[in-house]
């Protein structure tokens, strides 16, 4: 009689591969967040991958602080890191496992289906099944690209990777639906089925949990087709990444007197705002987490958008702090050097007695993509 396998000397079942793109300011992080929390729930072992042209980033320590497994990829997009997207997926597998695993790339980035999820499938198809490519879309981000309404907005290069990556995306995902009344909503709906004909586009608020259940659905039961890559200009995509401005920044605040850790991001990010409107440039996300050193795991989170928007706390402190860790991640279309006097002015306008000292400070604007694969 054959022995039959044990279940620890069975094949693994091939563990699902999510990736959420979308441009700076769209929300993935809080996408990815709720998609862990789904899949958490519904009995999956998950693991995150976070990404970043640079290191010390926010998403990694939010998602972290809600007890998820992450591996993050510093230094360059999955693109370019593919080696390293790889490696951070085994890591996870030793450790936790995955069935599912969920990526979120760098928001300046496009193309990931001809350098990413088509070499993925090519070079590890007994590893994984791949799900249809979600880009998520900040609509009056959208709204103000395309023309429908004022306000601030990017040059065309960069507008060009913007449009890029929802030439590529299966679904098309409108997130924040909640801060668009009905003839907007509309308005985005028709120009993205005029511009992007015979996509899916779904409708989502990640933060309200609205329309979640039928964009869950998409991701984790269905399989990306295959057809031709898109065409890139990457002359065009490399300009367009070069105008944008990146930095990093990691601050030790401390104090004799118990100080609002909340309303010191506020102020910090109001600080940043009024610094670089003077310049016109153009915030495309800034995200920021204060974190206390008593070792309670009281971290607070404020996110901005766009330069004429209000700064929001997705994630807020529930006690004073006298010491915390302030990092900062600040992405614009500006030279960084702006970048870093409006953090580094921001930092000397912190109310007494508030102190601070910069441990680690990185600005710099993307290197040229150039992809480890790319399949056509």
Same mark, same amino acid.
């Given at each position: 009689?054959?022995?039959?396998?044990?279940?620890?000397?069975?094949?693994?079942?091939?563990?699902?591969?999510?990736?959420?793109?979308?441009?700076?300011?769209?929300?993935?992080?809080?996408?990815?967040?709720?998609?862990?929390?789904?899949?958490?729930?519904?009995?999956?072992?998950?693991?995150?991958?976070?990404?970043?042209?640079?290191?010390?980033?926010?998403?990694?320590?939010?998602?972290?602080?809600?007890?998820?497994?992450?591996?993050?990829?510093?230094?360059?997009?999955?693109?370019?890191?593919?080696?390293?997207?790889?490696?951070?997926?085994?890591?996870?597998?030793?450790?936790?496992?995955?069935?599912?695993?969920?990526?979120?790339?760098?928001?300046?980035?496009?193309?990931?289906?001809?350098?990413?999820?088509?070499?993925?499938?090519?070079?590890?198809?007994?590893?994984?099944?791949?799900?249809?490519?979600?880009?998520?879309?900040?609509?009056?981000?959208?709204?103000?690209?395309?023309?429908?309404?004022?306000?601030?907005?990017?040059?065309?290069?960069?507008?060009?990777?913007?449009?890029?990556? *929802?030439?590529?995306? /299966?679904? +098309?995902?409108?997130?924040? #639906?909640?801060? @668009?009344?009905?003839?907007?909503?509309? %308005?985005? &709906?028709?120009?993205?089925?005029?511009?992007?004909?015979?996509?899916?586009?779904?409708?989502?608020?990640?933060?309200?949990?609205?329309?979640?259940?039928?964009?869950?659905?998409?991701?984790?039961?269905?399989?990306?087709?295959?057809?031709?890559?898109?065409?890139?200009?990457?002359?065009?995509?490399?300009?367009?990444?070069?105008?944008?401005?990146?930095?990093?920044?990691?601050?030790?605040?401390?104090?004799?007197?118990?100080?609002?850790?909340?309303?010191?991001?506020?102020?910090?990010?109001?600080?940043?705002?009024?610094?670089?409107?003077?310049?016109?440039?153009?915030?495309?996300?800034?995200?920021?987490? *204060?974190?206390?050193? /008593?070792? +309670?795991?009281?971290?607070? #989170?404020?996110? @901005?958008?766009?330069?004429?928007?209000? %700064?929001? &706390?997705?994630?807020?402190?529930?006690?004073?702090?006298?010491?915390?860790?302030?990092?900062?991640?600040?992405?614009?279309?500006?030279?960084?050097?702006?970048?870093?006097?409006?953090?580094?002015?921001?930092?000397?306008?912190?109310?007494?007695?508030?102190?601070?000292?910069?441990?680690?400070?990185?600005?710099?604007?993307?290197?040229?993509?150039?992809?480890?694969?790319?399949?056509?």
């Amino acid at each position: 009689m054959t022995p039959q396998p044990r279940p620890s000397d069975a094949t693994p079942s091939p563990a699902r591969y999510i990736m959420i793109g979308g441009f700076l300011g769209a929300g993935k992080t809080t996408a990815v967040s709720r998609l862990a929390q789904h899949l958490r729930a519904r009995g999956d072992r998950v693991g995150l991958i976070t990404n970043d042209q640079g290191s010390h980033l926010v998403d990694t320590a939010m998602l972290a602080s809600r007890g998820f497994p992450v591996e993050e990829i510093a230094g360059g997009c999955f693109c370019c890191r593919f080696n390293s997207l790889t490696e951070a997926a085994r890591k996870l597998s030793e450790a936790t496992r995955p069935e599912v695993f969920v990526a979120e790339p760098v928001g300046s980035c496009t193309d990931l289906v001809a350098t990413v999820t088509y070499p993925l499938r090519r070079l590890y198809g007994d590893r994984f099944t791949i799900a249809p490519l979600s880009v998520l879309i900040d609509p009056v981000r959208a709204l103000r690209l395309f023309g429908l309404e004022p306000g601030g907005r990017f040059t065309e290069k960069v507008a060009y990777i913007y449009r890029k990556q *929802l030439e590529e995306a /299966d679904l +098309l995902v409108i997130n924040k #639906v909640d801060l @668009l009344e009905a003839p907007r909503r509309e %308005a985005l &709906l028709r120009r993205l089925g005029e511009e992007f004909p015979g996509k899916k586009i779904l409708e989502i608020s990640a933060r309200e949990g609205t329309g979640l259940e039928a964009w869950f659905n998409e991701i984790t039961s269905g399989t990306q087709s295959v057809h031709p890559s898109m065409s890139v200009d990457y002359d065009v995509y490399a300009e367009g990444e070069a105008l944008l401005g990146w930095l990093n920044a990691t601050l030790r605040l401390r104090s004799p007197e118990p100080f609002d850790g909340n309303q010191v991001l506020r102020d910090f990010a109001a600080g940043i705002q009024g610094r670089l409107a003077p310049d016109g440039v153009e915030i495309a996300h800034l995200k920021m987490t *204060l974190d206390a050193e /008593d070792g +309670l795991g009281d971290l607070a #989170v404020l996110n @901005l958008v766009r330069s004429d928007y209000i %700064a929001e &706390l997705s994630q807020s402190a529930s006690e004073p702090m006298g010491a915390a860790e302030l990092v900062v991640n600040l992405r614009a279309e500006g030279a960084p050097g702006l970048l870093e006097a409006a953090v580094r002015e921001a930092a000397a306008r912190l109310p007494a007695p508030i102190q601070s000292v910069t441990e680690h400070l990185e600005h710099f604007r993307p290197g040229r993509p150039v992809p480890t694969h790319r399949i056509p």
